[in-house]
């Protein structure tokens, strides 16, 4: 995958993530973890952006450390939605869940790579 499809492929989870945010029950912890997730889920895309304009090796790392970190708050926030049962698309959750977990394998690869390059 080069860098362009895997920003295609963060700006798509962000697109699904709001869109699912929209769906959820309209209480307080419905409208709390909508925004919550709605600032980790879009983060990612922003922050990959950030990192393909890094000016060294330990930045690119370290944003995509940020990419990363999101990603795993995103995925944790997807838990505490279902198991509240705040929405009822699960087929939207559980594929939002499933793109969360692959774009935290793709970052932990990369910043596996790039720690590699570095030495």
């Given at each position: 995958?080069?860098?362009?499809?895997?920003?295609?492929?963060?700006?798509?989870?962000?697109?699904?993530?709001?869109?699912l945010?929209?769906?959820?029950?309209?209480?307080?912890?419905?409208?709390?973890?909508?925004?919550?997730?709605?600032?980790?889920?879009?983060?990612?895309?922003?922050?990959?952006?950030?990192a393909q304009?890094?000016?060294?090796?330990?930045?690119?790392?370290?944003?995509?450390?940020?990419?990363?970190?999101?990603?795993?708050?995103?995925?944790?926030?997807?838990?505490?939605?279902?198991?509240a049962?705040?929405?009822?698309?699960?087929?939207?959750?559980?594929?939002?869940?499933?793109e969360?977990?692959?774009?935290?394998?793709?970052?932990?690869?990369?910043?596996?790579?790039?720690?590699?390059?570095?030495?």
């Amino acid at each position: 995958m080069n860098k362009q499809e895997l920003e295609n492929r963060l700006i798509d989870f962000a697109a699904a993530i709001i869109i699912l945010a929209n769906k959820f029950e309209k209480n307080y912890a419905g409208n709390h973890l909508a925004g919550q997730i709605i600032r980790s889920g879009t983060s990612p895309a922003l922050n990959y952006g950030e990192a393909q304009s890094t000016e060294s090796t330990k930045d690119f790392i370290h944003k995509m450390g940020i990419c990363l970190k999101e990603l795993r708050e995103t995925f944790v926030c997807l838990k505490i939605i279902e198991k509240a049962n705040l929405v009822s698309d699960l087929k939207s959750l559980l594929s939002a869940k499933e793109e969360a977990n692959e774009l935290i394998s793709i970052f932990v690869s990369s910043i596996k790579t790039a720690k590699a390059n570095l030495k």
